[in-house]
């Protein structure tokens, strides 16, 4: 019985991943009457072969399922018979066949029928076929390949789109960089676009956090090997803390990213667009673009775009928003616990808690926010100061404020403009080329080098210079791994913009140095800032692009531990010579 129950449940686990390829070829491409009554007639069955396994799973479970889980599939099954009902038999009895053609409730169902089918499979993570790093890698190129095949579909775009142009822009969005080789607004239809903000919201939290936490939730549980290496991608320090980790990554994402909407869609002027929905998907997109520190937007000139680029609330809003998700969850959280601490403090009336000081934000923390503090105040002045009568000209000083404090944050990975980018001075260029590098916080959708890394290096110089042979801050000592770490991401991500700069110069030998690097190192940090050659770039370059914006999320780093074999720690020490440097 067992058996037979795990092929049925094998069996309807394919036929409704099925029925999300063909809702994706029906949404995909324009189907004519016969070939959208097949379809759907397809739907139905996947409909029905879900109800049958999820009937017979019951029948046959010995254990009680959770709560949780129990009242999704009651859900799921009663939204499902309801459809089979309104379109089989109310439908018939009144010739609704126009409604069962196109009606999204069918296509709903058939989603939450693949949801249960998928919950009910057990992922199991082996550390002898992929490390964790070699798994982290290849989701992100199925992720890729597979977007590419989406927005190469009909109805994703008006006039269709090359492949080389579909697979640069789908590698922009799911490694959440924004450099673009066609207008989003105007090449890409509602449904390209669609597929372009899914990308970006699996890039930036990664389709394993998504599969990972997913099956955690419907299972109760998960192996120790999935749960090693999903500690080794999340950074948690105790297997304990894995799940409860991404559960809260999801969380703040989903949460921050609601309440951004929120105050997108109120900050819009609605005479600005055709519908009521046209506002809310406007908000929807920049939120979940501007948290992921994505810089896609809808706006052929993004938020330089007349009506939008003196909307200081809308740009205020997305200021926070993207600098949040920038700081990366592991420190979001932290100053979640710090905040609640604090308040505790305030409503206690004990004196020993009140003189009780634990260490509640910790180390990295507060490295990661006095240094982003730091750079972004650093960015605010330059930027104010050679700004000021150049590209904020036409704002008022509350404008030039607001406008300053964007040029300075945006760079950091969020990549939206409110200036034009090609008119920057020079000296603005090279401090946006500088905080591009740095990126955002470790953890974080952002890209760049890291915060903690320049931190790092900066603080070994100076201890260097003053003799000291360690590096002591917040009277806690930096492990000297995190040191070596350090300065191998800065030199690997020089090479790799090196070697980007000078192949896109000898293919695009016309575009200036600076542009060739602006672009480079904006693709590297993940930043989608741009002096506007992106789209006249040849195939090759764009390739280059393409490779450069992978290993800039993916991290060189990453990408050497996938590919060279782990030494085995030894008990030996050979002597100690000290290397002649200066």
């Given at each position: 019985m067992n058996f037979n129950l795990k092929r049925l449940d094998h069996l309807a686990f394919w036929i409704s991943l099925s029925g999300i390829v063909v809702f994706i070829?029906?949404?995909?491409?324009?189907?004519?009457?016969?070939?959208?009554?097949?379809?759907?007639?397809?739907?139905?069955?996947?409909?029905?072969?879900?109800?049958?396994?999820?009937?017979?799973?019951?029948?046959?479970?010995?254990?009680?399922?959770?709560?949780?889980?129990?009242?999704?599939?009651?859900?799921?099954?009663?939204?499902?018979?309801?459809?089979?009902?309104?379109?089989?038999?109310?439908?018939?009895?009144?010739?609704?066949?126009?409604?069962?053609?196109?009606?999204?409730?069918?296509?709903?169902?058939?989603?939450?029928?693949?949801?249960?089918?998928?919950?009910?499979?057990?992922?199991?993570?082996?550390?002898?076929?992929?490390?964790?790093?070699?798994?982290?890698?290849?989701s992100f190129l199925v992720i890729i390949l597979l977007g590419t095949v989406l927005l190469m579909l009909p109805r994703a775009t008006y006039d269709g789109i090359?492949?080389?142009?579909?697979?640069?822009?789908?590698?922009?969005?799911?490694?959440?960089?924004?450099?673009?080789?066609?207008?989003?607004?105007?090449?890409?239809?509602?449904?390209?676009?669609?597929?372009?903000?899914?990308?970006?919201?699996?890039?930036?939290?990664?389709?394993?956090?998504?599969?990972?936490?997913?099956?955690?939730?419907?299972?109760?549980?998960a192996t120790y090997e999935n749960q090693l290496a999903l500690g080794d991608m999340s950074n948690s320090k105790k297997l304990s803390e894995v799940f409860s980790t991404l559960k809260y990554v999801l969380i703040i994402t989903f949460g921050i990213e609601m309440m951004s909407a929120t105050m997108i869609y109120f900050?819009?002027?609605?005479?600005?667009f055709e519908s009521q929905y046209d506002q809310i998907f406007f908000a929807v997109f920049h939120s979940i673009s501007a948290f992921c520190n994505a810089g896609f937007s809808t706006l052929s000139n993004g938020i330089y775009d007349v009506g939008f680029k003196f909307n200081y609330f809308l740009q205020i809003v997305l200021i926070f928003t993207f600098v949040f998700g920038g700081l990366g969850f592991p420190i979001v959280v932290n100053i979640l616990n710090y905040l609640k601490y604090r308040l505790s403090q305030v409503f206690t009336f004990s004196s020993r808690l009140k003189n009780y000081k634990p260490w509640v934000l910790n180390l990295n923390s507060r490295i990661n926010l006095i240094t982003t503090i730091s750079l972004t105040a650093f960015g605010f002045v330059i930027f104010f100061i050679l700004e000021y009568n150049n590209t904020m000209a036409e704002h008022g000083f509350f404008g030039k404020i607001v406008t300053a404090l964007f040029g300075a944050t945006t760079p950091r990975t969020a990549g939206f403009n409110t200036v034009d980018m090609a008119a920057l001075s020079f000296p603005t260029l090279v401090i946006t080329l500088l905080l591009m590098w740095i990126g955002a916080s470790p953890s974080s959708t952002g890209g760049g080098i890291k915060t903690s890394t320049f931190a790092i290096a900066t603080l070994n110089i100076l201890s260097i210079a003053r003799g000291k042979t360690k590096i002591e801050v917040f009277r806690r000592e930096i492990a000297d791994i995190s040191v070596r770490r350090s300065y191998a991401i800065i030199s690997l991500s020089l090479l790799v913009i090196g070697v980007g700069v000078m192949v896109i110069s000898i293919f695009d030998n016309d575009k200036s140095l600076m542009q060739i690097a602006f672009e480079c190192f904006s693709a590297y940090s993940t930043v989608g800032l741009s002096l506007g050659i992106t789209g006249d770039l040849s195939s090759m370059s764009k390739i280059m692009l393409i490779i450069i914006m992978f290993v800039g999320r993916v991290s060189m780093l990453s990408i050497m531990i996938a590919i060279l074999d782990k030494v085995k720690h030894k008990s030996y020490r050979y002597p100690t010579e000290e290397i002649t440097i200066n």
């Open positions: 070829a029906d949404f995909g491409y324009t189907q004519s009457d016969l070939s959208q009554s097949i379809i759907n007639g397809y739907y139905f069955v996947v409909l029905g072969i879900g109800l049958t396994s999820t009937f017979f799973r019951y029948i046959g479970k010995k254990k009680p399922k959770k709560t949780k889980v129990l009242v999704f599939d009651i859900l799921s099954v009663l939204i499902t018979i309801t459809v089979l009902y309104l379109h089989l038999i109310n439908g018939a009895n009144h010739k609704l066949h126009p409604v069962l053609f196109n009606d999204n409730l069918i296509k709903s169902a058939v989603i939450l029928t693949f949801i249960r089918e998928f919950s009910e499979l057990r992922l199991i993570y082996k550390r002898t076929i992929l490390n964790p790093a070699q798994l982290f890698i290849i090359s492949f080389i142009d579909a697979f640069f822009t789908s590698t922009s969005a799911v490694c959440v960089t924004g450099l673009i080789v066609v207008d989003t607004g105007s090449y890409f239809t509602e449904f390209g676009q669609i597929i372009i903000i899914c990308l970006i919201q699996i890039g930036g939290l990664g389709i394993l956090t998504f599969a990972s936490y997913f099956s955690y939730f419907f299972k109760g549980g900050s819009l002027d609605a005479s600005t």
